[in-house]
Nanobody, 120 residues
Framework: VQLQAFGGGLVQAGGSLRLSCAAS????????AGWFRQTPGKEREFVSA????????DYADSVKGRFTISRDNAENTLYLQMNSLKPEDTAIYYC??????????????WGQGTLVTVSS
């Protein structure tokens, strides 16, 4: 599975963005997927995960109630809707697939990342 994330950009605090992750390969629909983020000097941290069918989701406490993960298996695409953005959400966001859990090593496939910058 190859992944490509896009949709990042500059947004003011309180605003919204939707990230997308396009997947290639027929096996994407049978794999759980997730989003992580990373800022300079810090480890990559878990944001959200979704089961292969979309019925099971998990979120980091820091984004619960503000972010929503979803997927369209017919389009081989993973999404992250981000609302009520805060400056501390500024990071490079990565999509991942082929695993489940809050750890980087839980996932097999990774996209290249898309930068989200939230201004105060």
């Amino acid at each position: 599975v190859q992944l490509q994330a896009f949709g990042g950009g500059l947004v003011q605090a309180g605003g919204s963005l939707r990230l997308s992750c396009a997947a290639s390969g027929r096996s994407f629909s049978t794999r759980a997927a997730g989003w992580f983020r990373q800022t300079p000097g810090k480890e990559r941290e878990f944001v959200s995960a979704i089961g292969y069918g979309g019925g099971r989701t998990d979120y980091a406490d820091s984004v619960k109630g503000r972010f929503t993960i979803s997927r369209d298996n017919a389009e081989n695409t993973l999404y992250l809707q981000m609302n009520s953005l805060k400056p501390e959400d500024t990071a490079i966001y990565y999509c991942a697939a082929g695993g489940w859990g809050p750890k980087v090593q839980d996932y097999v496939y990774w996209g290249q990342g898309t930068l989200v910058t939230v201004s105060s």
